[in-house]
C-alpha cells in the first residue's frame, strides 16, 4: 500500500524557514490522514495494487461519484505531499544544475525568473491549493496551479510535477499567519535543486 515519503531531516531541522510545529502538524497529522485514507479508498476501488499516479491520471474508471471524489482528494494529497517534503532540505542545493539548470534556461531564463513564476502562481491560488513546476516527457518545463488537492495528473494534463509548492493554509500559518508571500520566500531557503533535478531526470523521456 501506500507509503508516507520518509523524511529525510528532523521536525526542526527547516528552521527558521519553516518551523518544527509546522513540519510535526503538517507531515505527522495532515499528511498521514491523507495518506491513511487514500490506502482506504484504492482499497475499496480495487486500486491498491496501481502506482498513485495511475490512480489519479484515471479517476473516469471509477463509477462510484463518492469513491472517485476521495481517491482524487486523498491521493492528491497523499502525492502532493510526497513531492513537497521530498524536495525540502535543511542544506539544500541553492541553484537548479545539469539538464535542469539547461532547462530553466531555456524555459524560463533563469532561476530567478522561474521563482517570480512560482510565487505568482503560488499567490494567485485564490484559497487553497498548489503551485507546479511540471515537464513534459520531452523536458519541456512549465509553471501551473491547482485548486484544493487537484494536480497535474488528476488534472489529466499529461504533464509530471517535479516540484509543489504547498499553499493550504496548514502548511504555513503557524509561523507566518496570514503572510503567504513571506512564506513562499522560506520555501525558496529550504528548497531542494537537487531533488528537483533528479525528479527532472525521471520524468524525462531518455
Not at 515519503?5 to 521536525?11: D, E, I, R, S
Not at 527547516?14 to 491523507?34: C, M, Q, S
Not at 462510484?64 to 532540505?89: E, I, K, Q, V
Not at 523536458?139 to 485548486?147: I, Y
Amino acid at each position: 500500500m501506500f507509503e508516507q515519503v520518509k523524511l529525510g531531516y528532523a521536525f526542526d531541522a527547516l528552521e527558521p524557514h519553516i518551523d518544527a510545529a509546522t513540519v510535526e502538524t503538517h507531515y505527522g497529522k495532515h499528511h498521514a490522514a491523507y495518506t491513511k485514507a487514500f490506502c482506504e479508498a484504492a482499497q475499496k476501488a480495487g486500486m491498491q495494487d496501481l502506482p498513485a499516479e495511475k490512480i489519479l491520471s484515471s479517476l473516469e474508471e471509477v463509477r462510484d461519484p463518492a469513491l472517485r471524489r476521495a481517491l482524487r482528494n486523498n491521493g492528491g494529497g497523499y502525492l502532493n505531499h510526497n513531492l513537497y517534503f521530498s524536495t525540502l532540505s535543511p542544506n539544500p542545493q541553492g541553484e537548479p544544475d545539469g539538464k535542469l539548470g539547461e532547462a530553466v534556461a531555456r524555459d524560463f531564463g533563469g532561476t530567478d525568473v522561474l521563482k517570480s513564476k512560482l510565487k505568482e502562481a503560488a499567490l494567485g491560488q485564490f484559497g487553497s491549493g498548489w503551485a507546479w513546476l511540471c515537464t513534459d516527457r520531452e523536458g519541456k518545463l512549465s509553471v501551473s496551479q491547482s485548486g484544493n488537492q487537484d494536480n497535474p495528473y488528476s488534472e489529466g494534463t499529461g504533464l509530471v510535477p517535479i516540484l509543489a509548492l504547498d499553499v493550504w493554509e496548514h502548511a504555513y500559518y503557524l509561523k507566518y499567519r496570514n503572510l503567504r508571500a513571506s512564506y513562499i520566500d522560506g520555501f525558496f531557503e529550504v528548497l531542494d535543486w537537487k531533488a528537483v533535478g533528479e525528479n527532472y531526470a525521471r520524468a524525462v523521456r531518455p
